[in-house]
């Protein structure tokens, strides 16, 4: 039986709590997790809700407010043992969380709570509890055209509210009925796609769109065209719920394909787009709903 996700991720977290002030890269942590970058970066991030180069980033800001608070050590060297490089990039971060200088923060008096590190053994996710029970197959998915529209966010929790602000602008708008050229004519089949990924920000595109057979006579403002390479897939579906439920089973789903189906399966996430895929089943007249969401996978070396 192959460790646990959970306890892989758990003992880097760990290692970031005892090495807080030196450097931490995505690939140094994913050493200590024994996993791929990438799949390591979308481990963490289903696990703890955020990538990990942003737990790094707000624990250094809990540790270090804390130390301004309860102890007289120089600002320039709580910065140094936090792991900020200079006086100034400290202060920079310091005030973008806590509005506030660090300097104003220890006059103010402000006296925060000693916030502790992540634990995600607490939060141990079965895919046969509540009704879930994963359903997948293996795909090689050929490459495909898709025409739609595109945002630039990024997996720091802005995409947590501007995805789902995107969708709802794309469909009280119909934009769908100015995308040419559908693969899907009859029923439309929408895609929502993550690609563009730059672990070293955070920051990723997202694409709302359809499969087309060609990119000619485009036309429209926002429009774009992309084509994706060939690929394999693991498809995972989600289960039936109502629709007032449909978000949470979506989210439930990811986090068990992460946390439960990925140890096991001999795959790794393969760092190219992921999406999710809307059909005639996802048609909120339904009396129950579900979708399609497809992971690229790559066999563990």
Known sequence: MKQDYLVQIQQTIDYIEAHIGEELSLSRLAQVAKLSDFHFHRVFQSMAGETVMEYVRKRRLAISAYQ?????????????????????????????IFEMTPGDYRKRGIKPYAYSKLNVLQRKYNPY????RMEYKIITKPAFKVIGYEIHTRANGDN????????????????????????????????????????????????????AESFDGVQG????????????????????VPREQFSSSIQSTWMTVFGEWFPHSGYEHAGKPEFELYDERSNHELAEIQMDIYIPIKKKA
């Open 160 to 211: 947590h509210k501007e995805i789902p602000a995107f969708w709802q602008e794309y469909m009280q708008k119909g934009l769908s009925k100015n995308i040419p050229n559908r693969v899907h004519k009859d029923s439309p089949v929408e895609l929502g796609i993550c690609y563009n990924f730059d672990m070293g920000s955070d920051s990723f595109s997202y694409l709302i769109g359809m499969e």
């Open 68 to 96: 301004v608070a309860y102890s007289d050590a120089k600002l320039i060297d709580i910065a140094l043992d936090t792991g900020f490089q200079n006086h100034e990039t400290f202060t920079r971060a310091f005030k973008r």
């Open 221 to 240: 403002d926002g429009l774009v065209c992309c084509e994706f390479d060939t690929a394999e897939y693991a498809v995972f579906t989600t289960p039936k």
């Open 129 to 132: 509890l509540g009704g879930i």
